[in-house]
Nanobody
């Protein structure tokens, strides 16, 4: 079991930055591949960025490449999402999530995540 808590969302103007943080706790904290998933109103959930459990492989959805950066600590129980050059279309609830997939490939399918945080709202005004 793992519990996830996100922080760092808010309201910003287009072009500005935000940094989301996620802390994992529980018996299996640090034993999951981590990712950031967002959901905008009326839209499907979308994996934005993900880290493989083994190695340092990262994955980004095309719309955020070059603007967002995922990072984590050595214990793999903290992860961050640095979001630069934000756009109004980035507005969504952002979730930190953990997957039991323990390979070298980041998890890009939201259905493969087993544990989710409560979500944090990110709103980008134009």
């Amino acid at each position: 079991q793992v519990q996830l808590v996100e922080s760092g969302g808010g309201l910003v103007q287009a072009g500005k930055s935000l940094r989301l943080s996620c802390a994992a706790s529980g018996r299996t904290a640090g034993w999951h591949a981590m990712g950031w998933i967002r959901q905008a109103p009326g839209s499907e959930r979308e994996v934005v960025a993900a880290f493989s459990w083994l190695g340092d492989n990262k994955w980004y959805t095309d719309s955020v490449k070059g603007r967002f950066t995922i990072s984590r600590n050595e214990d793999k129980d903290r992860t961050w999402l640095q979001m630069d050059s934000l756009k109004p279309e980035d507005t969504a609830v952002y979730y930190c999530a953990a997957s039991s997939e323990r390979g070298y490939t980041p998890v890009s399918d939201p259905n493969q995540y087993n544990y989710w945080g409560q979500g944090t709202q990110v709103t980008v005004s134009s």
